[in-house]
């Protein structure tokens, strides 16, 4: 398969797709991961980028997620129409259906969590600045629709965004699968259709196969219609967003990574719309998203504001705690930290970024340990577990920095090795190992932004286990100081 036919400059889709293209800051010499399943969206997006920039900066990312027996020729016929187009290419086949049981996910989640952090792991090989991937104008009307149905406000609403990240663009938003189809179609461009998009027991499917068909009888323009509403809660939002941004300093009597102190008098004084998109702003500020955050949790919190007394505080998900005094709504990610453990302590990143086999001993005066840390290749182990002082080893690559050493909180979970990918509150982890409640929190936990790493001296977390893809083995042993 050669190169595509020459173009005209007024080519509807073509014109349509640079346009899009021109919104993300790409320079020439900018690598492109481009997110290919086979699939009509993605090959489009391949075809039209070839087109549009050089082939030199394309590479294609392409997961087999081992769900249908025809992943397999998916895989074999991405990388052939890449080789048939000179563009390099990664595949890789990750066992998601075993991912999502051990961590409780559902097929789709387990599958977009995994996808994302394999396009992730590809840009970062290939030093790209940017991941494509091939969302259309059709999938922006699906998630609207979707998304009204759960329950969603105007940010919902405002649909699927074009960046994301700050890496992760979606320049076909604007383009119809139908003149996607028609494209390939008179390109001769070949793709493979997934037969799961037929399966009406995935709500999506539904959506797109009856409920907008049935829509269509009312509105003959019913995609057109839902675009353009989409794209005006989109506009409104930012424009709602830009403005609290820019009140922020006014509403906080406190701002950093881990609290957001609102001023009660001022917060209260505002409209009910207002405060909520404070608040949600405040959390996505501690937590980096809004995950697990819905309508009832966001009328939680404007419930306490409402009350005339101080109340205990309010739990939401991800370690997001509230509390309301006379003069401040608090929001935090720390406030139930047990009071009567040890103030937290960060590893210094020049010890971890300067790691080697020899080692660095680090102390922790305020937990009463010392802790000796090596980095070793996972083919250099075995002489450590003939040491009479066995250390604790952990796959260092399953881990984000910063690693901290604090007490345990109210809430924390983990996954104990051995325990088949089940969560486990730690406080139960207590009571079953008949810890007084008293103790609990003069036990060190090792903790990295994924969750808990090692209840020291009890328990590792199975998700950072040595395993035998494991390349680069954390290795750490801890006494106690006088």
């Known amino acids: 398969m050669g190169p595509s036919p020459p173009r005209e400059p007024t080519d509807p889709i073509l014109t349509t797709f640079m346009a899009s293209l021109a919104a993300f800051p790409i320079q020439p010499a900018d690598t492109i991961v481009v997110a290919v399943s086979g699939g009509p969206d993605s090959v489009c997006l391949l075809h039209l980028l070839r087109q549009t920039v050089s082939s030199s900066q394309l590479h294609v990312a392409h997961l087999n997620h081992g769900f249908r027996p025809e992943a397999d020729e998916e895989a074999v016929f991405v990388s052939h129409l890449c080789q048939s187009w000179g563009i390099p290419c990664t595949v890789a086949k990750h066992p998601v259906a075993k991912i999502c049981k051990e961590n409780r996910l559902s097929k789709q989640e387990g599958a977009r969590i995994v996808r994302y952090a394999f396009l992730k792991e590809v840009a970062e090989s290939q030093k790209a600045p940017w991941i494509a991937l091939g969302h259309t104008a059709d999938d922006q009307v699906e998630t609207f629709l979707m998304r009204l149905l759960r329950g969603a406000g105007g940010d919902g609403l405002s649909g699927i965004p074009n960046l994301r990240e700050g890496i992760i663009i979606r320049p076909m938003l604007s383009i119809s699968r139908e003149a996607i189809l028609t494209e390939l179609q008179e390109r001769n461009i070949p793709f493979r259709e997934d037969r799961s998009n037929q399966d009406r027991r995935f709500l999506r499917s539904r959506i797109r196969h009856e409920l907008i068909p049935m829509l269509a009888t009312y509105n003959p323009n019913i995609k057109e219609t839902v675009l353009r509403e989409a794209l005006l809660l989109k506009e409104e939002g930012h424009f709602l967003d830009q403005y609290l941004i820019s009140q922020v300093p006014q509403y906080t009597s406190r701002l950093t990574n881990n609290e957001v102190a609102f001023v009660l008098p001022l917060f209260g004084s505002l409209h009910k719309a207002l405060q909520r998109r404070l608040i949600r702003w405040g959390i996505r500020h501690l937590n980096g998203n809004l995950n697990g955050i819905g309508f009832d949790h966001i009328e939680a919190v404007l419930t306490r504001v409402g ?133 609990r ?42």
């Open 307 to 439: 009350e005339d007394q101080n109340v205990q505080s309010l739990s939401l998900p991800h370690g997001v705690f509230v509390k309301k005094s006379k003069a401040e709504l608090l929001l935090t990610k720390g406030l139930h930290i047990k009071t009567d453990a040890p103030p937290a302590f960060e590893f210094p990143s020049n010890v971890l970024e300067n790691l080697s086999p020899n080692g660095a001993t680090i102390d922790i005066p305020q937990w009463k340990i010392r802790l000796s840390v090596s980095l070793n290749d996972a083919r250099e182990v075995a002489p450590l577990l003939r040491k009479e002082d066995c250390p604790a080893f952990f796959d260092f690559d399953t881990m984000t920095l910063p690693l901290t050493v604090r007490g345990w909180r109210v809430g924390d979970r983990f996954i104990p090795l051995g325990m088949q990918g089940r969560h486990k509150k730690l406080q139960d982890f207590f009571v079953d190992r008949k810890v007084p409640k008293a103790e």
């Open 441 to 482: 929190g003069q036990i060190p936990l090792l903790v990295c932004p994924q969750g808990i790493i090692w209840v020291i001296g009890y328990q590792a977390d199975e998700r950072f286990k040595v395993t035998a893809a494991t390349k680069r083995v954390l290795s750490l042993r801890v006494e106690g100081m006088a």
